[in-house]
Nanobody
Framework: QVSLLESGGGLVQAGGSLRLSCAAS????????MGWFRQAPGKEREFVAV????????DYVDSVKGRFTISRDNAKNTVYLQMSSLKPEDTAVYYC???????????????WGQGTQVTVSS
């Protein structure tokens, strides 16, 4: 069992930066791949980034490559999403999730946080 709590969302101007955090409780965090997804109003949930349990492998959706960085600290049971050069189209609720596989596929994620709102103004 893993419980996830996101934080760090907010309102930022285009070109700005935010760092999202996802604190996990549960004994399986360090064995889990951790992903970030986002959902904008009226749109389907979208994969953003994933990091292997070891931290040694990452994957990103093309639209955020070079701007977002996912990382994790297994000692703190926390995964991060550093977002830079933010654009209005990055506006969404951002969710972290835990999976047993290194995957982009949402239904393969077993545990989900409640989400944190990111709003980028133009």
């Amino acid at each position: 069992q893993v419980s996830l709590l996101e934080s760090g969302g907010g309102l930022v101007q285009a070109g700005g930066s935010l760092r999202l955090s996802c604190a996990a409780s549960g004994s399986t965090f360090s064995d889990s791949a951790m992903g970030w997804f986002r959902q904008a109003p009226g749109k389907e949930r979208e994969f953003v980034a994933v990091i292997h349990w070891s931290g040694g492998r990452t994957d990103y959706v093309d639209s955020v490559k070079g701007r977002f960085t996912i990382s994790r600290d297994n000692a703190k049971n926390t995964v991060y999403l550093q977002m830079s050069s933010l654009k209005p189209e990055d506006t969404a609720v951002y969710y972290c999730a835990a999976a047993r596989l290194f995957t982009r596929v949402a239904y393969q994620y077993v545990y989900w946080g409640q989400g944190t709102q990111v709003t980028v103004s133009s």
